[in-house]
């Protein structure tokens, strides 16, 4: 069965610290991935996507096929990452699109 | 451009009634998905729409049911409500069946009494 998980329900690092949220998917076909973001009050947003390869507002993710990861990281955390984080999977040719539980950032001062 | 809009932001409705939630999806997108989403939860897929087709659905049953309309504005309809289907319902637009990502608006809440 497709499945995403995100282990940690929270996560609290202090400002300038690493971060990494950590996402593995379960999926026999070939994976797209994301990782949406939902700050208080906001709606959620589109973070980035492991097709672009992209680092957006200092993020990163990169798909790792062999250990079905595809963590979220940031060299330097701050205060204004503190958020709600879903990674999901989108199913290839039946277009399912599955969202892990979610990892709540706290930045601390 | 305009984002994605739902309608109405919150309902109220007793067991065993049926529900239309609309959605306007963001300009120039072809596709809508929905979700549900319970207290605490990741948003579950429901289904999506390409081109007024369903082409993805998740787990739920029958009962729910979609539209998608020529200028790529959705429905989503609800019978025979449950307890349980008190959710935030969400809806997002995308431009290529979901590959770029999804725009989401901001939900409706449905509670169920």
């Known amino acids: 069965a497709q499945r995403v998980t995100q282990p940690e329900k929270l996560l609290s690092v202090f400002k300038g610290a690493p971060v990494e949220l950590k996402c593995n998917y379960s999926y026999s076909g070939s994976p797209e991935l994301f990782w949406y973001v939902q700050y208080s009050r906001q709606r959620l947003q589109l973070l980035l996507r492991h097709i672009s390869r992209e680092s957006i507002k200092g993020f990163t993710a990169d798909l790792n096929k062999g250990e079905t990861s595809f963590h979220l990281k940031k060299p330097f955390a701050q205060e204004e990452d503190s958020a709600m984080y879903y990674c999901a999977l989108l199913t290839s040719g039946t277009y399912k699109y599955i969202f892990g539980t979610g990892t709540r950032l706290k930045v601390l001062a | 451009e305009t984002g994605v809009t739902q309608s109405p932001t919150h309902l109220i409705k007793t067991r065993g009634q049926q529900v239309t939630l609309r959605c306007s999806s963001q300009?120039?997108?072809?596709?809508v998905s929905w979700y549900q989403q319970a207290l605490g939860q990741g948003p579950q897929f429901i289904f999506q729409?390409?081109?007024?087709?369903?082409?993805g659905r998740g787990n739920f049953p029958p009962r729910f049911s979609g539209l998608q309309f020529p200028n790529y504005s959705s429905e989503l309809n609800v019978n025979a409500l449950e307890l349980d289907d008190s959710a935030l319902y969400l809806c997002?637009?995308?431009?290529?069946?979901?590959?770029?990502?999804?725009?989401f608006g901001s939900g409706t809440r449905l509670t169920v009494v």
């Open positions: 997002a637009s995308s431009p290529d069946r979901g590959g770029y990502g999804y725009t």
């Open positions: 300009s120039g997108h072809n596709t």
């Open positions: 729409y390409y081109r007024e087709e369903e082409n």
